[in-house]
């Protein structure tokens, strides 16, 4: 994919950060690139479910994130997107100290837009995979996003 303007950086750091629900679950940018986007938050008890793991709405929701931001990187101007369906498969307990979701889109359509997220889960230094996501993101035009 070509390179990713630093207005388009900008504009998707501003979306994610302007959700009150990413701060509270401790979430961080880590990269943004055309058609790919990494985030991550660190473990806390408000993330953990009663065994001790990432809780898996919290991987649900780095993956709906991620996956959207990455699809944001394919937007053009008076663009914008709302997840229209994802799926999570998890394939291991996240046990550790951060999870880590990168985000790769697959195909971006000009209705439709899909992305595949994988998250990783961080102890003593090893990244292990844990969950796969899909996702298809409605392209829409801004303009109805107007309340």
Known sequence: MAELPELARTLIARALHAQGLFAHMGCEIVEVEAGRVTLAMDFRTEVAQQ????????????????TAAAAG???????SLLTAEYKVNFVAPALGERLICRADVVKAGSTITVVEGRCFVVKDGMEKLCAIGLASMAVIATRTLAG
């Open 73 to 79: 990187t394919t937007l053009r101007e008076g663009q």
């Open 51 to 66: 065994h001790g793991f990432f809780h898996g709405g919290s991987i649900g929701f780095l993956i709906d994130n991620a």
